[in-house]
Nanobody, 113 residues
Framework: HVQLVESGGGLVQAGGSLGLSCVASGSLRGYVMGWYRQAPGKQRETVATITPLGSTNYAGAVKGRFTISRDDAKNTVYLQMHSLKPEDTAVYFC????????WGQGTQVTVSS
């Protein structure tokens, strides 16, 4: 297992930007990584994923606004978010995809209208 620590969340006005980071306690090489979010009263959903070779995939709701990237030398995955909307408000998590691994504490993103 690797421990994951997310950071970079905060309060931002609609239309603003935020950049999230996820630092792992061990190597992420070879793993598909994902960013997820969970809004109050809703199930956790996948926001974006990135393969070891850098291929990315995005949920329709964020495509064109969010960018996932990774730096395996730093054991870090990033999520750059632009043109934020109130419906993006959620706790954001990162984790390995299709691998059982504990969830971190997440980072809260709140977008005001």
């Amino acid at each position: 297992h690797v421990q994951l620590v997310e950071s970079g969340g905060g309060l931002v006005q609609a239309g603003g930007s935020l950049g999230l980071s996820c630092v792992a306690s061990g190597s992420l090489r070879g793993y598909v990584m994902g960013w997820y979010r969970q809004a109050p009263g809703k199930q956790r959903e996948t926001v974006a994923t990135i393969t070891p070779l850098g291929s990315t995939n995005y949920a329709g709701a964020v495509k064109g606004r969010f960018t996932i990237s990774r730096d395996d030398a730093k054991n870090t995955v990033y999520l750059q978010m632009h043109s934020l909307k109130p419906e993006d408000t959620a706790v954001y998590f990162c984790n390995l995809v299709r691998v059982v691994n504990p969830w971190g504490q997440g980072t809260q993103v709140t977008v005001s209208s």
